[in-house]
């Protein structure tokens, strides 16, 4: 197992950035996709951004692309989310997860949940 601990959200104005950390321990981290999913008041989680063990590879969802950007360092064992432009609707629960060895979207396949990070952005 691996334990995920995220940090970094905050309330933000609408046109705002933030940038969200998960640092993991437990597992070799860096053989792993590793993902960024959120979750809105009465909605489901949904996909964000993913990224391959070597980072090499990246997926986003439509509504994030060209404003989000998913990283990680497999020496420092963290994978972090660049949020720019922020709208109000991006106001959400942010969960980092561990996935397995193939790069996917699928939350699924993603088996190690960190508790989440609360995004709130203004209007």
């Known amino acids: 197992q691996v334990q995920l601990v995220e940090s970094g959200g905050g309330l933000v104005q609408a046109g705002g950035s933030l940038r969200l950390s998960c640092a993991a321990s437990?597992?070799?981290?860096?053989?792993?996709?590793m993902g960024w999913f959120r979750q809105a008041p009465g909605k489901e989680r949904e996909f964000v951004a993913a990224?391959?063990?070597?980072?090499?590879?990246?997926r986003y969802a439509d509504s994030v692309k060209g404003r989000f950007t998913i990283s990680r360092d497999n020496a420092k064992n963290t994978v972090d989310l660049q949020m720019n432009s922020l709208k109000p609707e991006d106001t959400a629960v942010y969960s980092c997860?561990?996935?397995?060895?193939?790069?996917?979207?699928?939350?699924?396949?993603?088996?190690?949940w960190g508790q989440g990070t609360q995004v709130t952005v203004s209007s």
């Open positions: 997860a561990a996935g397995g060895l193939v790069l996917t979207t699928a939350i699924s396949d993603f088996g190690s």
């Open positions: 437990g597992r070799t981290f860096s053989r792993y996709a």
């Open positions: 990224i391959s063990w070597s980072g090499g590879m990246t």
